[in-house]
């Protein structure tokens, strides 16, 4: 069980949206390089201000902006005929452009140690692969758990909250990044079998 179990129901609320914009002429490529320069940005103000109080409480509320425009895009795609190789290629790459450029400032907060958020950046980028590679053999993109990208966001919104809350950067924002390394490993691990199977 992954928070991406949960997407069927988010698409469904996300459908009359989405339906709005494939009707204005909006392209499933606008909104993933939309997605991405946000992220880039977001990531830029976290690592420029070393994590002030007012962009981490930000974080959590961009990070469902940016789930939501990874459905946004995926079903104007799937859904309105606008699927292309070159989309598929630029939502792939864009995902981990935008993944590493939002997790990996967090190594310029005082308190954090680097070498945590920089393992927990790369594993997310094999976990992307071997999601990718498993299509690649078996026809089928792998998303099993327990740490996909969902997961991944969903663990730097809560520590970007808690620490936008006051909660001092420390040991224990180490420890969260460890099992959530940890556990990517494991997904990562997962992917790599089943896509094979």
Do not use: C
Request: charge should be positive; avoid cysteine.
């Amino acid at each position: 069980m992954t928070i991406y179990d949960l997407k069927p129901k988010f698409q469904a609320l996300l459908r009359p949206i989405v339906q709005n914009l494939a009707g204005k002429g909006i392209t499933p490529n606008q909104v993933t390089l939309f997605a991405m320069l946000l992220s880039i940005i977001v990531g830029g103000v976290i690592a420029w201000t070393k994590g002030a109080t007012w962009i981490l409480l930000f974080v959590p509320f961009f990070m469902f902006l940016r789930m939501a425009l990874n459905a946004i895009d995926g079903m104007l795609a799937k859904e309105h005929n606008m699927k292309t190789k070159k989309g598929a290629m630029f939502n792939e790459m864009s995902d981990v452009i935008a993944d590493v450029a939002l997790f990996l400032p967090f190594a310029f907060i005082v308190g954090i140690n680097p070498i945590w958020v920089v393992l927990f950046a790369v594993v997310g980028v094999f976990n992307e692969m071997a999601g990718v590679v498993a299509q690649t053999l078996s026809g089928t993109r792998r998303y099993d758990g327990p740490m996909g990208k969902s997961d991944r966001v969903f663990v730097v919104g809560v520590i970007s909250l808690l620490l936008g809350l006051g909660l001092s950067a420390g040991l224990w924002v180490d420890i969260i990044f460890m099992i959530a390394t940890l556990l990517a490993i494991r997904s990562t691990y997962n992917r790599a079998i089943r896509g094979t199977e």
